[in-house]
């Protein structure tokens, strides 16, 4: 049967009637995916996985399908002594398996932490600009967000302003993000210690996606974990790693808590391909962060060559450049998108964020963006650094 013959569908009406009213009206996250030759927009690596990788996880996948007839281990014991063994390695701290948890990428870690500590009557904090998925799985749960704010000049949070919106708001949940995104700097561990003291019930989430990306002395907030309870630290494979496709994200936190997250994940949350993937990627940590260093590179070069044309990059600890200075954020994204290049506007004016890829592709986009300028360059620097409604980051 063809498309035509197909009987014609009611026009969904009674679907929409019958949605949650806190949900009408709302727009899903919908980070383009377009097939442009150079993707810098959702901060991916640009670098496929070694065949070596690829090798040993075909191997155990071998074994593993035929035993696919059983659940997988609903407690991911070997994933967890990996993570262990990996952080230890990364960060020097040393944790005990019991202090990890995983899931479907950090996000659906983020979730379970806010059905545990989140939801009706609860509300949590975020300073945005900052990842536009935490009020998105906030809201979505039926807690109550709060938008803090960052300076609206450097995106910096400054520790007397977020003591203060702490206070004001006495959050079940606050969101940290550090290295921050899209904004890309990280937070002292001072201000991590003073918004914990200033939301004294408060589970306090540090979002470490872009860790391994951080400049030379940029602690990680594992380190605080001996020494605060209601601190928890989420990572993600899907950025170092080199393994977004994969869909592996975890958290370090008090044994406590992560007994908690077993109330609300769906048993078996992590299929054992999923366990297997990362378990053996995690093996071979030192190889697949190997290209980390290249990275850095080439955003260290972004933010340089950038500010060289007279635009205005943000300092970074991550694998990415916010950088403002645009007459017109949108009509410089939809140039580069003409020119083969696919940014990330995130919905601040006057500015985008580029991901830092291979050498080749930062060179496609700097080749780009030199092209469009001086037509693109913003006149008089614009102040208002306010985001418009719906960006997604
Ligand atoms: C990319 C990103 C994540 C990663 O999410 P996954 O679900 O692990 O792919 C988490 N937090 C931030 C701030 C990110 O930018």
């Known amino acids: 049967m063809t498309a035509d013959e197909r009987a014609p569908l009611a026009d969904g009406e009674q679907v929409r009637a019958a949605l949650r009213p806190d949900l009408r009206g709302r727009t899903a996250?919908?980070?383009?995916?377009?097939?442009?030759?150079?993707?810098?927009?959702?901060?991916?690596?640009?670098y496929p996985v070694p065949p070596e990788v690829v090798a040993d996880v075909l191997d155990r996948l071998g074994r593993d399908l035929v035993g696919l007839n059983r659940y997988p281990d609903r407690e991911f014991t070997g994933l967890r002594q990996a993570l262990v063994d990996y952080l230890a390695l990364q960060s020097g701290v040393s944790l005990r398996p019991e202090q990890l948890w995983a899931g479907?990428?950090?996000?659906?870690?983020?979730?379970?932490?806010?059905?545990?500590?989140?939801?009706?009557?609860?509300?949590a904090l975020g300073f945005t600009p900052a990842y536009s998925m935490h009020p998105i799985i906030v809201e979505t749960l039926g807690t109550r967000w709060v938008d803090g704010q960052r300076d609206a000049q450097t995106f910096d949070l400054e520790i007397g302003s977020a003591v203060e919106q702490a206070r004001a708001a006495d959050p079940d949940l606050v969101f940290l993000c550090s290295p921050n995104n899209p904004t890309g700097t990280a937070l002292p561990f001072e201000s991590i210690e003073a918004v914990l003291a200033a939301a004294p019930r408060a589970i306090v989430v540090v979002d470490e996606a872009y860790a391994e990306f951080a400049r030379p002395g940029t602690p990680s907030a594992l380190e605080l974990l001996e020494d605060h309870e209601r601190l928890v630290v989420t990572r993600t494979m899907s950025k170092a790693f080199t393994l977004a496709g994969a869909r592996l994200g975890y958290l370090a936190a008090h044994p406590a808590l992560v007994d908690a997250l077993r109330l609300v994940r769906l048993p078996y949350h992590l299929s054992t391909p999923t366990q297997t993937i990362a378990e053996v990627s995690l093996a071979h940590a030192e190889q697949l962060l190997s290209t980390v260093e290249a990275i850095k590179g080439q955003r260290d070069r972004l933010v340089t060559e950038l500010a060289a044309m007279g635009l205005r990059p943000v300092p970074s600890d991550a694998n990415f450049v916010?950088?403002?200075?645009?007459?017109?954020?949108?009509?410089?994204?939809?140039?580069?998108?003409?020119?083969?290049?696919?940014?990330?506007?995130?919905?601040?004016?006057?500015?985008?964020?580029?991901?830092?890829?291979?050498?080749?592709e930062a060179t496609a986009f700097l080749t780009a963006m030199a092209e469009l300028l001086p037509e693109h360059l913003q006149?008089?620097?614009?102040?208002?650094?306010?985001?418009?409604?719906?960006?997604?980051?």
């Open 322 to 360: 916010l950088f403002g200075g645009l007459a017109d954020a949108p009509t410089t994204w939809q140039a580069l998108l003409e020119a083969g290049i696919l940014v990330r506007d995130v919905g601040i004016p006057h500015h985008l964020r580029v991901t830092a890829g291979t050498p080749e």
């Open 379 to 393: 006149s008089q620097p614009h102040r208002s650094t306010a985001p418009r409604q719906g960006a997604t980051t």
């Open 104 to 123: 479907n990428g950090s996000n659906e870690v983020l979730q379970h932490l806010v059905q545990a500590f989140g939801g009706q009557g609860r509300t």
């Open 29 to 46: 996250y919908g980070a383009p995916q377009l097939d442009v030759a150079v993707q810098l927009n959702t901060n991916e690596s640009s």
